[in-house]
């Protein structure tokens, strides 16, 4: 069996989709290296056979980062800092015991390097939207002048960082994943705007879904009835706890039961004693409230957007920056929800959306229907073929 070293830029929107890969080849009997950071040794050692601890250098307050302009250099800037960090130490700590393969997110631009480096096969993954000629994120919603002196200097570093690591990846293409002979994304290909467009080097596999343990436990009430609404923000742009309010007060009554999940960003007693029907926590394991919800007010956030499409659970996108306003778009173009802004949202007009999606029977219908194509899609199963298959060829040549 072979070794595959993991790698991803340490947060959760990176780390979680991967789990189940990462659990998959470990249940086929391969060794499975996870390099990650102490915040996600815990879950990442459920499904690895080594953890290889490092300290993030170069995060940067991702939390003020919104994607766009010049908070879109600032997220590629940390991302390179923590690139020239990590290359180094990496390949120390992985001396002794080289990978056989490298699956590496399309952030961690240091797992396409170290493969490289290593002259072993690479499997890129991507827990978002991905683009090609025919859509990019860049056409509307990420608002990057080429113009822009930041924006050069950023270039001018990276090929000088290249350069010294002898690597022959152009910075266009370690950027944007060119080149990378196999790529899985986590999303069916029916949510991938243009999906059609995309050549065989991109596999979507869709979610690849693993219990997460560390988040606890959650189960339905014995007595409950009605309608069941699950609320989050996600795990960075969560420090709202007037849209938690607007939330409460805009869900309870209905006759159901309102599950709301804040993070670490907004202390739930600031939100004052819950209403009967509501229950207020930190963090809740989604993936144990979804299979009961009939409606997920959500940021769009695509790991929280799968677990909901898996589910066949309809939507209600409130985006909080321009990654989950292009998933919030899609979500309201193939209909199984709808999108609000955030600014100015009153308990009024959510209480009417939320009214309005509880009883479309069409809404229902499409989201049962993209449940159906996305867990056609194979999920951790279809991803680990396709890691073994890169692994047969590498062998082969």
Known sequence: M???????????????????????????????????????????GEVSTAVVRYREQHAGDFRSFRFTGRSLVDAMSASLAETAALYPELLRAFADDRPDLVVYDNGAWWGRLLAEHW??????????????EHWSMADRYTRLSPFSPRLWVFFARMSRLLRELGSTVSPKDLLTGNGAERRLVFIPRAFQYRGETFDDSFRFVGPCLHPRRFLGSWQLPADHRGPLVLVTLGTIYNQHPDF?????????????????????????????????????????PQLQVLPHADLFITHAGMGSTMEALYHGVPMLAVPQ???????????AELGIGRTLAPEG???????????????????????????????????AAAAADAIEARLRDHVAV
Do not use: K, W
């Open 244 to 284: 938690f309010r607007t939330c409460i007060a805009a869900c309870t009554g209905l006759g159901g039961r309102v599950v709301v999940a804040v993070g670490d960003g907004v202390d739930p007693d600031d939100l004052g004693p819950p209403p009967a029907d509501v229950e207020v926590h930190r963090f809740v």
């Open 321 to 331: 920056m321009a990654e989950e306003q292009a998933n919030a778009d899609r979500i």
């Open 2 to 44: 072979a070794h595959v070293a993991i790698l991803t830029p340490p947060s959760s929107g990176h780390v979680n989709p991967t789990l189940g890969v990462a659990a998959e080849l470990l249940r086929r009997g391969h060794r499975v290296s996870y390099a990650t950071t102490d915040d996600y040794a815990e879950r990442v």
């Open 119 to 132: 002259q072993v096969p690479a499997v890129q993954v991507c827990p978002m939207l991905v683009s090609n």
């Open 345 to 379: 949202l009153t308990a009024a007009v959510l209480r009417s959306a939320v009214q309005q999606l509880l009883a479309d029977e069409a809404v229902r219908r499409r989201a049962a229907a993209l449940r159906d194509e996305t867990r056609s899609a194979g999920g």
